[in-house]
């Protein structure tokens, strides 16, 4: 079992900034394939970014390509989204997730094994 702890979400004007992170103690983080979702009211889940294990490579959405920086630090367990430029169609509740697979789609939800409990962001216009 996985558990994963995120922290960084709130509320935030229109091009500002914000710093999600998910912690995944107890484990060997650098073995898991890390990603975040999102999910707005009555939207479907979707995909943000996703980092592979063992520095495998880093990939994001096209809707937040250019805005968001995901990087993981596996000294500390710990994964960080960096989102700047917030526009408020960016308003949701984000997810991290954790994949222990050999192969998984970073895009499919399906696919990950893990998730956090959630943490909501909210950008004000």
């Known amino acids: 079992q996985v558990y994963l702890v995120e922290s960084g979400g709130g509320l935030v004007q229109a091009g500002g900034s914000l710093r999600l992170s998910c912690a995944a103690p107890?484990?060997?983080?650098?073995?898991?394939?890390m990603g975040w979702f999102r999910q707005a009211p009555g939207k479907e889940r979707e995909f943000v970014a996703a980092t592979r294990r063992n520095g495998g490579g880093t990939y994001s959405a096209d809707s937040v390509k250019g805005r968001v920086t995901i990087s993981r630090d596996n000294a500390k367990n710990t994964m960080y989204l960096q989102m700047n430029s917030l526009k408020p169609e960016d308003t949701a509740v984000y997810y991290c997730?954790?994949?222990?697979?050999?192969?998984?789609?970073?895009?499919?939800?399906?696919?990950?094994?893990?998730w956090g409990q959630g943490t909501q962001v909210t950008v004000s216009s």
């Open positions: 997730v954790a994949s222990a697979r050999t192969f998984y789609r970073i895009t499919h939800y399906g696919d990950y094994d893990y």
């Open positions: 107890g484990r060997t983080f650098s073995s898991l394939g």
